[in-house]
């Protein structure tokens, strides 16, 4: 079982930048590859970006790449996203999700979600 808690929402100007952490509970957080998404009102979720167990293989939406950065730190129990050069767009409640599956975080999500964390980008 893990629990996900993600801090660092927030009110930003656009092209300004945030950054999220997600706090896990339980000694076996790097044994889970981790993803954050993305929920903006009226829309389905989405995909934002994924790391796997050791840190590697940063994936991204195309939306963010280049924006965005995650990363995770083992010792700490923590994922996190940085965000960068916001868009209006960007704004939604932004989910982080745990797996033992890679390709089950980038496609659909993990077993294992956050309440959420709410980010707004005002233009």
């Known amino acids: 079982q893990v629990q996900l808690i993600e801090t660092g929402g927030g009110l930003v100007q656009a092209g300004g930048s945030l950054r999220l952490s997600c706090a896990a509970s339980?000694?076996?957080?790097?044994?889970?590859?981790m993803g954050w998404f993305r929920q903006a009102p009226g829309k389905e979720r989405e995909f934002v970006a994924a790391?796997?167990?050791?840190?590697?293989?940063?994936t991204y939406a195309d939306s963010v790449k280049g924006r965005f950065t995650i990363s995770r730190d083992n010792a700490k129990n923590t994922v996190y996203l940085q965000m960068d050069s916001l868009k209006p767009e960007d704004t939604a409640v932004y989910y982080c999700?745990?797996?033992?599956?890679?390709?089950?975080?980038?496609?659909?999500?993990?077993?294992?979600w956050g309440q959420g964390t709410q980010v707004t980008v005002s233009s």
């Open positions: 999700s745990a797996d033992i599956i890679f390709t089950t975080i980038v496609v659909r999500g993990g077993k294992y």
């Open positions: 339980g000694r076996t957080f790097s044994s889970y590859h």
């Open positions: 790391i796997n167990w050791s840190g590697g293989g940063p």
